[in-house]
């Protein structure tokens, strides 16, 4: 093994799971971690993070520097959103041009991305904690692809338009794939694409 030999990771980060190995939290506290999942080298660490209550494509790997790489690039990041209601096409356009949020108290103006209305309903793995169903009224699936990240940026945008957001599911990063992983499904990869 050379020293300058990495190991790389993709998962479907289950609902429920912090993206992160170790918790500053006490011990006893309820939070999942994402070594529950496998038998990971030391030293892994995830790229990006997606918070507690989503779901989908996380990349994992030992090296830091790729980490950062990623992190601080311009490496596009694609997501199926659930939203509450019909979502109107004013709305995805208001989303496309970029909406106005909030970010740690100040108002922040997101970029440009891809936004459209996906025809059919993507299949992804029961959630734990199910989404409210039918008789509370339509949902809609959307897919949003954005090369920033900003803390719960996805949720905060959909909110701006009227669509609160009822399950975000992150399928691709770059060239990474969700493909069809199983919920808490860890597939180690060759190399991270990007």
């Known amino acids: 093994m050379t020293p300058d030999y990495h190991r790389h990771f993709k998962i479907y980060k289950p609902y429920g799971y912090l993206s992160q190995f170790i918790t500053n939290q006490r011990k006893g506290g309820k ?113 949003i692809t954005l090369i920033e990240g900003k803390f719960r940026q996805v949720k905060k945008m959909t909110a701006a338009v009227g669509f609160a957001t009822l399950r975000l599911v992150r399928v691709r990063i770059a060239n990474e794939k969700l493909d069809n992983l199983d919920s808490g499904e860890v597939r180690e990869i060759e190399r991270v694409s990007f």
Request: proline share 4%.
């Open 31 to 143: 939070h999942k971690l994402l070594g529950e999942l496998g038998d990971f080298p030391e030293g892994t660490m995830s790229i990006g993070r997606l918070d507690k209550d989503s779901e989908g494509l996380l990349l994992l790997t030992t090296n830091g520097k790729l980490s950062t790489k990623v992190t601080a690039g311009n490496s596009e990041k694609e997501y199926y959103v659930q939203v509450d209601g019909d979502i109107s096409e004013e709305a995805i356009a208001k989303l496309h041009k970029g909406v106005e949020i909030g970010i740690q108290g100040k108002k922040y103006q997101t970029k440009e991305c891809k936004v459209f209305k996906l025809n059919v309903t993507p299949e992804f793995p029961e959630r734990s904690k199910p989404i409210r169903d039918e008789r509370h009224g339509p949902t809609s699936w959307i897919s």
